[in-house]
């Protein structure tokens, strides 16, 4: 069982809609991070929050907008997405520090029509 | 910037035969993460190596971390169908987090 649960699981969404992706833990982490995982490929970091403050942005497109309520809860809100965009999105957890090991969610598998 | 580069890219086995990934940084990495992804699902950490020389175990799993700490490799003895999923290492630098390519094992039965 994932201790970091996202919703939702499975997405499909046209390029002109808007949609949000949602990660939760209670692992007592002070840092979430988003990833984009195309099929049999990496991870690959997309955005870190530590304490709640967005640290590293790895010039993502802005039609990505990543959100941080507290410090349990991560969104990644999305806008006038492209067919690219497919893929799965995995929100993650840790003890701040890009050292510390990260607990991954089941991820969000997201379809672009 | 920072590669990790990480061979073979896939391994198909026999049930019961030996398994070995490798993955090598263009820099000196601080640690490197080994993580597990099985067929469908998300990666899960497996193991953490900080000191240069450092080798661990996990039953069957012999993880090396390199003298130079720039290379490292998994060892799995004895591979079993519970094996199957795709390894990867992953290395921090600064801001960082950069994954291998992975190495995807299959194992017959």
């Known amino acids: 069982d994932t201790e970091v649960t996202q919703t939702p699981k499975h997405l499909v969404m046209g390029m002109t809609n808007k949609k949000s992706l949602k990660c939760e833990q209670h692992?007592?982490?002070?840092?979430m991070y988003w990833y984009k995982q195309k099929a049999k490929k990496p991870p690959e970091l997309m955005f870190v929050?530590?304490?709640?403050?967005?640290?590293i942005n790895e010039s993502v497109p802005s039609r990505f907008s990543p959100e941080c309520p507290n410090s349990s809860l991560l969104n990644l809100h999305l806008h006038a997405l492209q067919p690219e965009d497919s893929a799965l999105y995995l929100c993650?957890?840790?003890?701040?520090?890009?050292?510390?090991?990260?607990?991954f969610g089941d991820g969000t598998r997201l379809s672009i029509l | 910037g920072q590669q990790v580069m990480q061979i073979p890219q896939y391994q198909h086995v026999q049930e019961g035969e030996d398994f070995t990934t490798y993955c090598n940084s263009s820099?000196?990495?601080?640690?490197i993460q080994w993580y597990k992804q099985r067929p469908g699902g998300h990666p899960v950490f497996l193991i953490q190596?900080?000191?240069?020389?450092e080798v661990k175990k996990q039953k069957r799993l012999t993880f090396q971390f390199g003298e130079a700490k720039k290379n490292s490799s998994l060892h799995i003895t004895a591979t079993q169908t519970t094996d199957v999923g795709t390894y990867f290492c992953?290395?921090?630098?600064?801001?960082?987090?950069?994954f291998g390519a992975g190495t995807r094992l299959t194992v017959k039965p």
């Open positions: 992953a290395g921090p630098n600064n801001n960082d987090m950069r």
């Open positions: 820099t000196t990495l601080s640690n």
């Open positions: 692992m007592g982490h002070r840092a």
């Open positions: 190596l900080v000191k240069s020389g």
């Open positions: 929050y530590s304490y709640e403050k967005l640290s």
């Open positions: 993650a957890s840790s003890h701040p520090g890009m050292s510390q090991p990260q607990h």
